[in-house]
Each structure stands twice: as structure tokens, then as C-alpha cells.
């Protein structure tokens, strides 16, 4: 067979799984080509928070944690012992995770430590109230040449996960004004502008920080270059097939391929077959790139798949412009969700991944896609909502297209949102009598300290809780949407991709979200889709550069 191009590692994908990768195999001396689906860098990693969660961190306090810590809390939380969540997998990821901190600073990657953003379920066994989350340090852009620092999409405003809190306290303590208005909008963006820097974070700063690595490593990085398939030698993977410039190009890689493309949010198709209903590739909040490429290549193969039914559930708002996540507004006071009956089904504090897994298990009870966020007036008052509406302010045309519905009171409310008039007002009584109590009796919102994250600590007793009594109220459809798919090709702690029989395919490795987690179902704390992606994408590089795969005849 015949190849255009010849390299010793092709890595698909240029997120955090790809591109740590590529790092990974360009630092044990590979020549690597890394090919992106779309016009820009980053994947979904570069549209979000940016954090990857790394237990036994170097920043931690000394003695603030250890790996058998974080496997003790692992093993509690996941209760999944599959093949993807293998004891083998948790153990690889856990002892590597501080490393690949250790590996990217040393090369001169900026990280910091998250400090106060805390896992998900601290409260459990080995969990940490402090948080194991660690992001790039702000970014500036420019750094990456002319070429290719519009290349990397990301989020505007230069501000840190453990800061997003305080953006939603802006009208309530001055402490959240002056990080919002005076540090991140006045000295980070206005000012920073202004003398010519061009700073991102979150991941923003992640993706352009690898992609500089790569870049001053000469490592090329082909956007709008899909992989179309995989080239296989008898039982071995030898190269792949990739349509670059309307041609289909074969790229032979001695030393392995590495599929790190993403999930399949964007692909119906894909969606209908193996997720739960009903879904729709209009709710997701993942890159557009990701179609399932990488996941279909290695099916196409022989290889196994798992959890393909599962993703990274964030409950989502659908506006016109697109949707947009339900983070802070469903965990703030004066609110709560509700199905078609009236009643709430779920602590609306928690995980949002929780949060997605629980409104599709209570649609199979009563309908509750959509479910709907109920809001006291505080609640518009206070808080910002939908990421841009402020406080106070509500646009005209957030109402008339239906995004949005306001009501004079509860039954009036529920008539028009078509929900169970005395369901709701029952619900809402009850609702209120726990915030005034300060304790959830149904699904005690507000006693972990993850809930209390995103709070209102000028409220008492329960700064997640508010009563639902002062009207105007408002009302909003909230969707099953997902950050991503969680499901994808099995592979071992080495990163190699697995067929159905537990053997590995040689030549091809997977990282990130081509690939199931090895959280099985559960999202231990912010981070937890990259920090894999990023440990998973190091192992599989430095394991392609140690071993020389079956050459093509």
C-alpha cells in the first residue's frame, strides 16, 4: 500500500486528550502529525471550564491528600467495576495524575491550583472540600504567532473556575463586585486590552498553552483534516486515512495511532441508536466537531464500546442563539425544578451530570423533558440568569419567543407552562417551609459543601435555599443537555484500545472522550472528563513512542 505522508505517531484530535498526546510522543522523540476536524483547536476542552482534576496535586498542602485517598473516594462514589472502570484503570490514573502536573510544568506549561472548588461528593469517604482541580494560568494568545492565535476558541472573559461563583454574587457582596467589576472586567479585560495582551483562561488557556508546546516542538497541526479511517496489516493498526483539502490522504504512523476526537454529541444518528429518549443533538453544549469519527473508526476495527447510552448530562437552557448551561441559577435561593406534576424530583444543587441522570430516570415515571426552573422575584432580582441576562433586567424578546414566562402567581404560572396547578402550589408551600427551616427534607439541597459553591451567603439559614412566595415568578424549560458523550471505545490502563475479547488492537490507542470513562457513570469533581483525557492522552503517547508496530507490506 501506498501512503502520501509517513510519521510515527498520528494523534486524531486536538483537545486535551489529542494534544497531550502528541506532547507526550514528540517528548519521547516521535515525529507526530496531529489532524483537527474543524477550522480551530481546542475541541470541546477549549469551550470549557478547563479544569482537570488531579487528586495528590503538587500545589495541595503537604499531606492534604494522597492516592489512597482519592482511590478510597473513587471506589465509594463509582459503583461500577467494569472493564472501563477497571481497578487497573482507577490505579494508572490516580498514580499518573500528579505526574503529568510535574511533566507539563517542567516543559513550561503555567498551572494553578483551583483552590476551593471542591469535588463533588465531599462528604464521602476520601473526598476534599478544597477540591483537586487544576487549570492553566491566564494565557496570553499572541504568544502563539500571528498564524495561529485565532485558532484556538475561547471564552472571553479571562477569569478562573474558582471564580465563577463570585459572577453570580455581583449584586450581593462586595466582595464578588470587586472580583467581578474591578479585577476580571476592569484590570483582566478592559485594561489588558488596552496594552495589547490578549489573555484567556480556563480553557482557553489550556489549549493554547499545549498548542504552544506543540507548536515550539515543530509538531504539525492540520486543522479541517478529518480521520476517515483506520489502515490495518493483518491484526495491527499502520496508519489512517484522513480527507485533507476535498482528498483522501493516507498518513502511515510506525509507531501507533491515537484517537482523541471527541465523543458523538453532534451525530442524531448515533444518538438515537445508543442513548436514552428522547434526545437531540440541539441540546448539547460540545464542540461541533464532535460526530463520533474517531469512536466509528475504531468500531470499524474491532473494537469494543461501553456506557454508550451515558454523557456528561448539564441541564441546559435553549434560547435561540443556542443552548446554554444551567449551572448556578438552578443552585442559587429562590429556586427549583419541578416535572409536568408540579413536584420536585432531585436536589438541584448537585452534579450536573447527576442532575441529567435523574430528570431522564423521573421522565420515566412522569414527564419531566423538559422539566421547568421555577424563580421567586429575588431570584431576577439578585442573580444573573441564561449567562446574559443581569439582574433585574429581562428582554422583551426573552418573553416573546417563549424563552422565558412570567406570571402574577403560581396558578397562573402554571397554566401557562401547562404544569399541574395544584401539584405546583403544593410544591412551592413545602419548598418554602424548608428554606425558612434551613433544611431540605426531600433531597437535602444545601448540605454538601459542592452545593454550597454556587450559594448566596447573605441568605439564611440555608444559603441554597429561598422561598418561592414573592411574585412575580418566572418559569423557564430546562433540557437533558450534556457536555458531551461519556460512552465510547474500551481501552486499558496502557490506553490501548480493547476488542470485545479483552485483547488489545496494536497500533491504536484512545484517549478523552472517544473512549469510556474511567468514572464509570459519576462525576467525582470538576475536571474529571479532562484530567482523564489529559493522563490517558500521556500514557498513550509515551506508550506508542516505546513500541514499534507491525510495518505495512
Not at 498542602?61 to 487497573?88: F, N, Q, R, V
Not at 461528593?121 to 502563539?144: I, T
Not at 471564552?155 to 471564580?163: A, D, F, G, K, L
Request: some cysteine; overall charge positive; glycine content about 12%.
Amino acid at each position: 500500500m501506498e501512503f502520501e505522508h509517513t510519521t510515527n505517531v498520528v494523534v486524531a484530535g486536538s483537545g486535551a486528550a489529542g494534544l497531550t498526546a502528541a506532547i507526550a510522543a514528540r517528548d519521547a522523540g516521535c515525529e507526530v502529525i496531529v489532524l483537527e476536524s474543524m477550522d480551530k483547536v481546542g475541541g470541546s476542552t477549549a469551550r470549557s471550564g478547563g479544569g482537570f482534576w488531579i487528586p495528590n496535586n503538587p500545589y495541595m498542602k503537604a499531606g492534604g491528600d494522597s492516592c489512597e485517598a482519592a482511590l478510597t473516594y473513587l471506589d465509594e462514589i463509582i459503583p461500577e467495576k467494569g472493564p472501563a472502570s477497571s481497578k487497573e484503570r482507577r490505579e494508572a490514573y490516580i498514580k499518573l495524575a500528579p505526574e503529568l502536573v510535574t511533566w507539563l510544568e517542567g516543559l513550561g506549561f503555567k498551572a494553578i491550583y483551583a483552590r476551593g472548588y471542591p469535588d463533588y461528593y465531599p462528604e464521602c469517604s476520601g473526598g476534599c472540600a478544597d477540591g483537586r482541580c487544576v487549570e492553566g494560568d491566564l494565557f496570553d494568545l499572541r504568544s502563539l504567532g500571528k498564524q495561529w492565535k485565532d485558532k484556538v476558541y475561547a471564552i472571553p472573559v479571562p477569569m478562573h473556575t474558582y471564580e465563577a461563583s463570585k459572577l453570580t454574587l455581583v449584586m450581593r457582596t462586595w466582595s464578588a463586585f470587586f472580583t467581578v467589576v474591578v479585577d476580571i472586567i476592569g484590570r483582566r479585560t478592559i485594561l489588558w486590552r488596552l496594552f495589547g495582551k490578549q489573555r484567556v483562561s480556563m480553557g482557553g488557556s489550556l489549549i493554547g498553552q499545549l498548542l504552544k508546546l506543540l507548536l515550539d516542538r515543530s509538531v504539525p497541526v492540520w486543522l479541517k483534516t478529518p480521520i476517515v479511517s483506520l489502515i490495518t496489516d493483518g491484526d495491527a493498526v499502520v496508519g489512517a486515512m484522513a480527507e485533507k483539502g476535498g482528498k483522501n490522504i493516507r498518513i502511515r504512523a510506525t509507531h501507533g495511532v491515537v484517537l482523541a476526537a471527541g465523543g458523538f454529541e453532534h451525530n442524531d444518528a448515533m444518538r438515537q441508536r445508543y442513548q436514552q429518549h428522547p434526545i437531540s443533538t440541539e441540546w448539547t453544549l460540545g464542540a461541533p466537531g464532535n460526530t463520533g469519527g474517531g469512536i466509528q473508526a475504531g468500531i470499524a476495527v474491532g473494537a469494543a464500546v461501553d456506557m454508550m447510552d451515558e454523557a456528561w448530562w448539564m441541564p441546559a437552557l435553549l434560547p435561540r442563539s443556542g443552548p446554554v448551561p444551567v449551572l448556578f441559577e438552578r443552585s442559587l435561593p429562590y429556586s427549583m425544578i419541578v416535572d409536568i406534576s408540579g413536584r420536585r424530583f432531585m436536589n438541584e444543587s448537585q452534579s450536573y451530570v447527576a442532575c441529567g441522570q435523574q430528570q431522564y430516570e423521573r421522565n420515566k415515571v412522569v414527564p419531566a423533558v423538559p422539566a421547568y426552573l421555577i424563580l421567586d422575584s429575588r431570584h431576577r432580582k439578585y442573580y444573573l440568569l441564561a449567562m446574559t441576562m443581569m439582574p433585574r433586567i429581562t428582554p422583551k424578546s426573552a418573553y416573546k419567543e417563549g424563552f422565558i414566562t412570567r406570571a402574577n402567581s403560581l396558578p397562573e404560572l402554571a397554566r401557562k407552562m401547562g404544569i399541574d396547578e395544584a401539584g405546583l402550589v403544593a410544591t412551592a408551600k413545602r419548598f418554602s417551609q424548608f428554606a425558612k427551616n434551613g433544611r431540605d427534607e426531600d433531597f437535602g439541597r444545601g448540605e454538601s459543601a459542592y452545593d454550597r459553591f454556587y450559594s448566596d451567603p447573605r441568605v439564611k439559614p440555608n444559603p441554597n435555599l429561598g422561598p418561592i412566595e414573592i411574585p412575580p415568578f418566572y418559569a423557564l424549560k430546562i433540557w437533558p443537555g450534556d457536555l458531551g458523550t461519556m460512552g465510547g471505545l474500551l481501552t486499558d490502563e496502557h490506553a490501548r484500545v480493547l476488542r470485545k475479547d479483552g485483547s488489545a488492537i496494536r497500533g491504536l490507542y484512545a484517549a478523552g472522550n472517544n473512549t469510556a470513562s474511567v468514572m464509570g457513570r459519576t462525576y467525582p469533581g470538576p475536571g474529571s472528563t479532562i484530567g482523564p483525557a489529559m493522563v490517558f492522552g500521556m500514557i498513550a503517547g509515551r506508550h506508542a513512542a516505546a513500541m514499534a508496530k507491525v510495518q505495512p507490506g
